[in-house]
């Protein structure tokens, strides 16, 4: 096996995976249904409450054993309890775009450090690389 040989068959196998690979994306991107996306609006009021739950309970009759001659009475009375929901508003944050405030004039940011000197530029021969380092004192 020569070396062209070789490379002949390495650029077939490299041919052969780039047209797989297209053919396996243009069937992919064309035989999926379209996505149904389903979108749920947030409140706009922040302090929405929740829905009430109401439940009542009632003791199944067939759960209920059958009464023997030697099961005592029960002293407890037989009352359904009903369960209720003692849910207490939920408060939501305001949004970051509605909490930031919108400024009408521009403030000037000034320092009491003094401002570096600027470089003197230099020239160069072509093909030289400059490397900026940051934060060297040297």
Do not use: C, Y
């Amino acid at each position: 096996m020569s070396l062209k040989h070789g490379v002949r068959v390495l650029e077939v196998l490299i041919v052969l995976g780039v047209l797989a690979l297209v053919i396996l994306g243009w069937r992919a991107a064309h035989n999926q249904e379209p996505a149904i996306v389903q979108i749920t609006p947030i409140p706009l009021s922040p302090t929405a409450l929740p829905p009430t739950a109401t439940a009542t309970l009632t003791p199944s009759p067939t759960l209920t054993p059958a009464p023997t001659a030697t099961q005592r009475p029960s002293a407890t009375p037989t009352a359904t309890p009903t369960a209720t929901s003692t849910a207490t508003p939920i408060l939501r944050p305001p949004s970051l775009f509605h909490a930031t405030p919108v400024s009408a004039t521009t403030s000037v940011i000034t320092s009491t450090r003094p401002r570096p000197t600027a470089m003197p530029l230099m020239e160069q021969p072509a093909g030289t690389i400059n490397i900026l380092l940051l934060g060297s004192d040297r």
